[in-house]
């Protein structure tokens, strides 16, 4: 698919977060960088007259002369570059203002600044890099544990562009027979046709579950669980989330109604990636700032993907239990009975009229006790037991999986067309929808509007 994209324009961008480092990076790229950096370098040469890869000591002007900083400069000559373009860097002193005043003097210079991802989404308009290793650098940018890192690295090596092209090949192969027996239709070839088709198709469509078998794993440790801690007020909610921290985070009172606010962390749950939410305790409260915290707390037990309930095994069911368990029972969830080293008071009949048993776990929060068992239930509960491991993320994503899906539906048609020996134009409809699908993972058949999406979700300077 040909797209229009102003290649021929210089980009820049400041690459480094802006605040006081050590070191700020200003990134330039596209034809005529290099003469651009000249306008407002000093140093013994010309970095034109550089050879590629090398590394530069001067001082960055502006266009009047005046000294903005000591620099080094690394110019990279095209094609070996992250963007097959021409690439200078500028590597000032860290700050907000030595950096934004380079930036600016490299703009007054002849570049405009980059769009959210720019530099990237060159390396992909310019053949380096395919749509999943485009995503991967965000992925590994935002990766959370080693395991979500690792997974992102693997994609970014291109597994996923390996398997994909692959399944495309064989597809493009089958066309192409296909092609063949309907330009000769005097050689009699017809039923060996349908059976290498049959083979053909059933072996893709064994790769496309295998890849598919993965998935929801893959997102886990891609993305991560939306894990919201409820419960009504001091059952030990912000108790077990200062434990699962190993910090003070929460504040811990024997008031009810302390926790008035959501209070949201990241955890590393044997690599898997666990945003985790304590929530206000739900109950009926007159005060206005509780209740928005209780509206609040629905809201996020609605989104999540998990909801870990905690209950007070001292005390009975209440009003207030039941209600919250009627508004979690269609949700994945875990129900922590905490308080297990006192008196056990709460209905386990009951209780189980609401949530299966095997979703109940025992706990002391105070006397440290449970918690392994949390570890074990997380795992059969979304990682049907396993554990979580980098292979499981190759498709991780939930654009890749869309399209997998779709490529397979196409496919199941096409082995439907196959056995009801229709004619070989439509089993080549078929295999071109499935075709089609998979490119859309790559990024050979998407259209311009998912591309533009995909970059901006980019910092600036990447």
Known sequence: MKREYMLDDVIAAISTPMGVGGIGIVRMTGTGCIEIADKIFIGKKKLTEKATHTLSYGKITDLDGEIIDEVLVSVMKAPHTYTKEDIVEINCHGGSLVTRKVLEAVLKAGARIAQPGEFTKRSFLNGRIDLTQAEAVIDLIESKTELSRQAAVNQLEGRLKTAVREMRDEILDMIASIEAVIDYPDYDIEDETYSNMEKGASKLLETMDKLLEGADRGKIIREGL?????????VGKSSLLNWL??????????????TRDTVEEYLNID??????????GIRETGDVVERMGVEKSKAYAEQADLVIMMLDGSRPLEAEDKEILSFIKDKKTIVLLNKVDLEQKLSMEELETYIPEEQILFISVKKNKGFDALIDALKNMFLDGHAASADDALLGNTRHKDALYRAKEAMEHCMETI??????DFISLDLQDANRALGEITGDTSDDEIIDRIFTKFCLGK
Do not use: C, F, Y
């Open 226 to 234: 939306q894990t919201v801690i409820v419960g009504k007020p001091n």
């Open 245 to 258: 921290l190993e910090e003070d985070r929460a504040i811990v009172t024997d008031i009810p109604g302390t």
């Open 271 to 280: 690599g898997i990636p666990i945003k985790i939410v304590d929530t206000a």
């Open 419 to 424: 056995t009801m020996r229709m004619p070989e």
